[in-house]
């Protein structure tokens, strides 16, 4: 399939029961449900589960989707909806079983200076301060701070007013100041290195 | 750069923005497993499937009133087993109360 074709003509064929076709916007469309699923769940078989349950929905609503959101906005629309439905029953289980093997990555401790974090222990610091956050705030954060849209597409995805963003994207920056705030300033070790 | 930036830029380096290798095979493997087969469809195999026995059933039944039959019938009366139509017959019936 030539990878130039448009998302409307891969829709219409998905619609007319073509393959190929819905797999070819998986393929284009994976990284951004992966960023939110990931980033609300965190890397794991629970996000791969999310991650496809989200296009299987997609598939089922090929008929009813017209085009009226972007398709990316309405994919994580669908991605963000699931993830908030999986992180309440993970708190249910979590309440009812707690886990031993799954213990939380600590950050408790800032880290000692002159040592450089690796691309992995990044992950783990910043998956420990998301964790911390609860879903509202997580998810404006996951939307806004590392998908970068605009305030505007946040609260489109997650159907809220423009204000209910921003003032839950303050509260959410001040926990993670508090969370990541020892690595964050000068000299820590995360100053160095470029960004995406 | 500001703190707030920094924790900007932490999140977005620390971001996972693919699944695991074959997420499109897993999608699609799944998809053919849930894609349901409608009513319409279901209901025809399954009939195709009777009507093989559904025939064997009738033939048998068809056989036994044939054996059965009596004179004075026809061969589509007897296999269908349908009461002859005689004189004496239409008498027993005006004597029942």
């Known amino acids: 399939m030539d990878p130039g074709t448009t998302d409307d003509i891969l829709l219409e064929q998905a619609r007319r029961g073509e393959d190929a076709a819905f797999r070819h916007l998986v393929d284009r469309y994976h990284s951004v449900v992966a960023t939110t699923v990931v980033g609300m ?33 309405y994919l994580r629309r669908i991605a963000m909806n699931l993830s908030l439905n999986a992180l309440k029953r993970r708190r249910w289980t979590a309440f009812r079983f707690v886990s031993r093997d799954q213990s939380p990555t600590s950050i408790d401790e800032p880290p000692v200076d002159g040592v450089d974090l690796e691309a992995a222990e990044t992950r783990a610091v910043v998956r420990a301060a998301i964790d911390r956050l609860g879903p509202k705030h997580r998810s404006v954060v996951v939307l806004r701070m590392i998908e970068g849209l605009s305030t505007k597409e946040t609260a489109e995805v997650l159907d809220l007013p423009l204000g209910t963003v921003l003032s839950r994207l303050a509260r959410a920056l001040a926990e993670l100041e508090t969370t990541l705030g020892p690595y964050a300033r000068d000299g820590g070790p995360l100053g160095g290195g470029g960004g995406r | ?72 019938q026809t061969t589509v009366d007897a296999m269908l087993g349908l009461p002859a139509v005689t004189l004496a017959a239409a008498y027993e019936l005006g004597d029942q109360p």
């Open chain 1, 41 to 73: 769940l965190g890397p794991g078989d629970d996000a791969d589960d999310v991650g496809q349950e989200t296009f299987i929905r997609f598939h089922a609503a090929l008929g009813q989707f017209r085009g009226e959101a972007a398709l990316g906005t």
């Open chain 2, 1 to 72: 750069m500001n703190p707030e930036e920094k924790i900007g830029r932490m999140l977005e380096q620390g971001a996972v923005r693919s699944f695991g290798p074959g997420f499109a095979d897993r999608v699609m493997g799944r998809l053919s497993a849930t894609r349901s087969i409608p009513l319409s469809t279901g209901l025809e195999r399954s009939f195709l499937r009777l009507v093989p026995l559904a025939l064997a059933a009738a033939a048998v039944l068809a056989a036994l009133n044939l054996r059965q039959s009596g004179q004075g």
